[in-house]
């Protein structure tokens, strides 16, 4: 079965203290690997496409990796306004219209 | 571009009632997508299009219709309304990459 899980559900960090968020995936061929960022009371923000293990995207404080099983989303020195939830989604190679969305990591940044 | 707009942000439905959910995109794309959020579960793809005149089911059609007379509108309509569709509804349009842009959501509660 098609799936997509994402850790932690929650994360709380102080302003400057670096983690990684983590995407699962287990699908019978993958097109692409996609990072949102959701503000509360709005639509998902796209961030990110990863087509393939080994490929590597940066903006600003956040940098997204690809394995063969997974996608680690790294925050380096957040700040406070990189709090919001972060929605990993899958896209399929034989069917382009078929996406599934991870259920996201809120995370925290404390001033 | 105003980008994709929804109404209305916020409804109150009775059981049995029905509704439209409007979308409107102004960026030309071909592909238009609703999508139900429910607290921890991830967004599911309710129906999409690939074009005016063409729709298709998603992973949740039950209760649901949609119709795509324009390239710019895909409403989302609720046939006789149950407590289950309470839920933020998204709509998202792409030009046929993998960046999905998404419309700020609609809270509906059914009571």
């Known amino acids: 079965e098609d799936q997509v899980t994402q850790s932690p559900e929650a994360l709380r960090l102080q302003e400057g203290e670096s983690s990684s968020l983590n995407c699962s995936y287990t699908v019978s061929g993958l097109r692409g690997l996609f990072w949102y960022r959701q503000d509360p009371g709005k639509g998902p923000e796209f961030l990110f496409t990863l087509y393939s293990a080994g490929e590597e995207k940066e903006k600003e404080r956040l940098k997204a990796t690809l394995t063969k099983k997974e996608s680690f989303l790294h925050i380096t020195a957040p700040k406070p306004e990189d709090s919001a939830t972060y929605l990993c989604?899958?896209?399929?190679?034989?069917?382009?219209?078929?996406?599934?969305f991870g259920p996201g990591t809120s995370l925290s940044v404390i001033p | 571009n105003a980008g994709v707009t929804q109404t209305p942000k916020f409804r109150i439905l009775k059981i049995g009632q029905s509704m439209t959910l409007q979308c409107t995109q102004d960026m030309n794309h071909n592909y238009m997508y609703w999508y139900r959020q429910d607290p921890g579960m991830g967004l599911k793809l309710i129906y999409y299009?690939?074009?005016?005149?063409?729709?298709d089911k998603g992973e949740v059609p039950n209760g649901y219709n949609v119709s795509r007379s324009t390239t710019e509108d895909f409403p989302l309509r609720l046939e006789l309304a149950a407590p289950s569709q309470t839920s933020v509804y998204f709509c998202?349009?792409?030009?046929?990459?993998?960046?999905?842009?998404f419309g700020p959501g609609t809270r509906l509660t059914v009571l």
């Open positions: 299009s690939v074009g005016a005149g063409i729709t």
């Open positions: 989604a899958v896209g399929f190679k034989t069917s382009y219209d078929k996406v599934i």
């Open positions: 998202a349009s792409t030009l046929g990459t993998d960046t999905q842009y």
